[in-house]
C-alpha cells in the first residue's frame, strides 16, 4: 500500500505555479520524499526528492514541512508538457526497489 | 547523455507463449531493476540486477526470470504467459549498487497477451 496521500486531481493555469500536495504522516527518519510523473503511460519520469530540507532542481521545487509529514512540489511556470500524473512517493533511504506508487495527483494544465 | 531505452515497446502475444523483453540502462549505470504496473495492482517490483546477478526479487512466480550482461543490459523473460500478464513493463537504472539512488525509469514495453 502506498504511503502517501495526494488529491486525485488538480487544474492549473498554463504559466502559473502549479503546487501539488502530498500527506506522508506516517514518514520515518530514514525515508526520503520522491517525486515522480508520468506522461500518457510512459516510464514515470523523476522529479526530484528530498529528505528534510527543501529542494530545487531545473523542473520543480520540494517544500517539506518541518514535521516532515507533508510536502509540496512547485512547477514554477507550467506548461501544457506538465498535463500528467505526478505520484508522491516515501521511499527507504537504502532501498530504492521499495517504491509504492499510489494514484497519483492527475494535473491537467489549461491554457 | 542517452536515457534508458527498452524493446520492444508494444508487444502482443496469446497466451501459452513466452515473451522476452530488452533494457539497456543509462551509460554507466550498473543496476536495472524491473517493474510490472497495472491499474488495478500500480507498480510492482519484479527484481533488481547489478554486476550481472540478481540482488533482489519481488514477488512474483518463477515464470518471471531476468539476467544481465557484462554491459549491464539486461532481459526480463515471461514464460507461459497469462492474460494476467498484460501490463506495462519498466526498467529502471541506478548508478551503482548502495540501493540509496535514484532510479531512472524507460519508457516501458507494452504487453498485451491475448
Known amino acids: 500500500d502506498a504511503k502517501t496521500t495526494q488529491p486525485t486531481s488538480m487544474d492549473c493555469a498554463e504559466g502559473r505555479a502549479a503546487n501539488l500536495p502530498c500527506n506522508h504522516s506516517t514518514i520515518s527518519g530514514n525515508e526520503y520524499v520522491y517525486w515522480y510523473r508520468q506522461i500518457h503511460s510512459q516510464g514515470p519520469q523523476y522529479i526530484i526528492h528530498g529528505l528534510k530540507n527543501n529542494e530545487t532542481n531545473e523542473m520543480a521545487s520540494l517544500i517539506i514541512t518541518e514535521d516532515r509529514k507533508s510536502s509540496t512540489l512547485i512547477l514554477p511556470h507550467a506548461t501544457l508538457r506538465d498535463t500528467a500524473v505526478y505520484y508522491c512517493i516515501v521511499r527507504p533511504r537504502d532501498n530504492n526497489n521499495d517504491m509504492r506508487f499510489g494514484a497519483g495527483t492527475r494535473l491537467t494544465v489549461k491554457p | 547523455k542517452a536515457g534508458v531505452t527498452q524493446t520492444p515497446r508494444y508487444l502482443i502475444k496469446t497466451r501459452g507463449q513466452q515473451v522476452t523483453l530488452s533494457c539497456s540502462p543509462i551509460?554507466?549505470?550498473?543496476?536495472v531493476s524491473w517493474y510490472q504496473q497495472t491499474p488495478g495492482q500500480g507498480l510492482q517490483f519484479l527484481f533488481e540486477?547489478?554486476?550481472?546477478?540478481?540482488?533482489n526479487k519481488g514477488n512474483f512466480p518463477g515464470r518471471f526470470s531476468g539476467r544481465q550482461f557484462s554491459n549491464s543490459r539486461s532481459e526480463m523473460n515471461v514464460s507461459t504467459l497469462e492474460l494476467g500478464d498484460s501490463a506495462l513493463y519498466l526498467c529502471?537504472?541506478?548508478?551503482?549498487?548502495?540501493?540509496?539512488?535514484?532510479?531512472?525509469f524507460g519508457p516501458g514495453t507494452r504487453l498485451l497477451v491475448l
Open positions: 551509460s554507466g549505470h550498473r543496476s
Open positions: 529502471a537504472s541506478s548508478p551503482g549498487g548502495t540501493g540509496k539512488e535514484t532510479q531512472y
Open positions: 540486477y547489478f554486476s550481472e546477478t540478481q540482488r
